[in-house]
């Protein structure tokens, strides 16, 4: 089994096609096609259903995907670990993060890591923690900056990177804009403005209000801060929010929650085992150079 059979093998699980995924890796459809045939004939099982229309995996093949990935992954951190004894930290480095997320501020860590290694591929996208923590363990993402859930995947490395306390948003004419605290089972009848599933403040707001005994609906899901900020302004529901998204509007008011309530924990995520850009990253993040 050669590398280049699965990182074929992946483009066309990717694409769901072979002409794409044979554009995508710059070389023939007869030779990726070939190629993928003897990957099925070595392991003795059909990868993909083959339409006119579509190429979809088969049960094999979805079990087979998994580990292509981190086969490659490995293989990618491999490379990286050479090039860094050497000094050159070349390749790529894949990062997922959440939106606004206070205890980094990415687009400062990573000019400042670009100076350094200019030659570094880097690429960077939004999501929800449970989505990126997925896409960290398939290969797809070397370090992901996410919220803390009740359980990490044992295949994966985390380490600290901030929290802070949970406050609720209200608009300016709500009741309790102008309560000094508010405790959670207050809110049991109230219209929420949240995050889908998923998301770590999401999951966080679920847990401490089912602790109080506050089973809450919620109205309105969005998927970026400032919609659930303007939605809170409008008075159109209320949201469990990190204190610091009070720094992004005056239009709203914060209240502290009264009790022992968990704060909003923010870690990072990475493959195991974590590939050279990734680790240097993590040093710059931490100890940023003077």
Not at 58 to 82: M, Q, W, Y
Request: aromatic share 6%; net charge negative; with cysteine.
């Amino acid at each position: 089994m050669e590398l280049r059979q699965l990182e074929y093998f992946v483009a066309v699980a990717e694409e769901s096609h072979f002409t794409r995924a044979a554009s995508r890796m710059h070389v023939a459809q007869s030779g990726l096609s070939a190629s993928i045939r003897a990957l099925e004939k070595e392991l003795g099982a059909v990868l993909f259903r083959r339409s006119t229309r579509q190429v979809q995996l088969t049960a094999e093949g979805e079990a087979f995907l998994g580990e292509a990935r981190r086969a490659l992954s490995a293989t990618s951190a491999g490379r990286d670990a050479v090039a860094a004894v050497q000094g050159l930290m070349r390749g790529s480095l894949a990062i997922g993060a959440l939106q606004c997320l206070y205890s980094l501020h990415l687009p400062t860590a990573l000019s400042g890591f670009l100076t350094v290694h200019p030659g570094l591929d880097v690429r960077l996208q939004h999501g929800g923690s449970t989505e990126l923590v997925d896409q960290v363990r398939a290969g797809r993402l070397d370090v992901a900056f996410v919220s803390r859930p009740a359980r990490f995947p044992d295949d994966v490395n985390v380490a600290p990177l901030g929290s802070e306390a949970l406050v609720l948003a209200c608009s300016l004419d709500h009741p309790f804009a102008t309560r000094r605290s508010v405790k959670p089972l207050e809110l049991a009848d109230e219209r929420f403005v949240d995050f889908q599933p998923g998301w770590g403040t999401r999951d966080l707001a679920d847990a401490v209000l089912a602790e109080a005994g506050a089973h809450r609906k919620v109205a309105l899901e969005i998927t970026d801060v400032h919609s659930l900020l303007d939605l809170v302004v409008a008075g159109l529901g209320v949201a469990l929010v990190p204190e610091t998204f009070c720094h992004k509007t005056n239009r709203a008011a914060f209240v502290p929650l009264d009790g022992d309530v968990p704060a909003w924990e923010t870690v990072s995520v990475t493959t195991n085992p974590t590939s050279a850009a990734a680790t240097a990253f993590l040093e710059h993040v931490r100890v940023p150079p003077k």
